[in-house]
């Protein structure tokens, strides 16, 4: 089992900067990757950005040039910096990892709030 802890959502006006964080334990060892979804009322939850276990980063269009996401094997964190913060980047954050083995296995967070208003 892998555990997984958000921290760092809150509130902030359009055109500012948020930094989640999320901090793994348990058999973390295996992880292959891991990620940054959001969801909003009434929609599907999102891929936002993801890292492999080899480095590789991948971004959904929207967020390109603005967000972040990044890793500390170290510290076993997961961050995602967020810049020039737009309304629509409203939602709930989850951090997530995977692992593959006989099928694809996701681990979830209990998510952080990010509301972007004036």
């Known amino acids: 089992q892998v555990q997984l802890v958000e921290s760092g959502g809150g509130l902030v006006q359009p055109g500012g900067s948020l930094r989640l964080s999320c901090a793994a334990s348990?058999?973390?060892?295996?992880?292959?990757?891991m990620g940054w979804y959001r969801q909003t009322p009434g929609k599907e939850r999102e891929l936002v950005a993801s890292?492999?276990?080899?480095?590789?980063?991948n971004y959904v269009d929207s967020v390109k040039g603005r967000f972040t996401i990044s890793r500390d094997n170290a510290e076993n964190k997961l961050y995602l910096q967020m810049n020039s913060l737009k309304p629509e980047d409203t939602a709930v954050y989850y951090c997530?990892?995977?692992?593959?083995?006989?099928?694809?296995?996701?681990?979830w967070g209990q998510g952080t709030q990010v509301t972007v208003s004036s």
């Open positions: 348990g058999s973390i060892f295996s992880i292959n990757g």
């Open positions: 890292i492999t276990s080899g480095g590789k980063t």
């Open positions: 997530n990892a995977y692992k593959i083995g006989v099928q694809i296995y996701h681990y």
